[in-house]
């Protein structure tokens, strides 16, 4: 199993960064694929999840409105569009899936991928 993520960055407050990650080793159909993110000398928090290929997506209060997740079938690949970013947005960012459930906490992950930056300056 292997959960690629890229996309990371610095932009300006007000802008825009999309993440992906592929993933594969994963029935990409049935698993909950996620996003979650880790500021400095903070614990690891819910981003967002797609849980049921589209059907249900959930995401955190701070980013509703802003931050958007998608799959690409053909590529296999979970994206994160995020719209309007603010300071308080910076973070690593840690893409993740569950084959056996959903996904709302660092709990449900089976998988993580690796982490990538994203800073936003005011």
């Known amino acids: 199993v292997q959960l690629q993520a890229s996309g990371g960055g610095s932009v300006q407050a007000g802008g825009s960064l999309r993440l992906s990650c592929v993933v594969s080793g994963l029935p990409f159909m049935n698993v909950a694929l996620g996003w979650f993110r880790q500021a400095p000398g903070k614990e690891r928090e819910f981003v967002g999840a797609?849980?049921?290929?589209?059907?249900?997506?959930t995401y955190v209060d701070s980013v509703k409105g802003r931050f958007t997740i998608s799959r690409d079938y053909a590529k296999k690949m979970v994206n994160l569009q995020m719209d309007s970013l603010k300071p308080e947005d910076t973070a690593v960012y840690y893409c993740?899936?569950?084959?056996?459930?959903?996904?709302?906490?660092?709990?449900?992950?089976?998988?993580w991928g690796q982490g990538t930056q994203v800073t936003v300056s005011s």
């Open positions: 797609d849980n049921w290929s589209g059907r249900s997506r």
């Open positions: 993740a899936a569950n084959d056996r459930g959903r996904i709302t906490t660092v709990y449900d992950v089976a998988y």
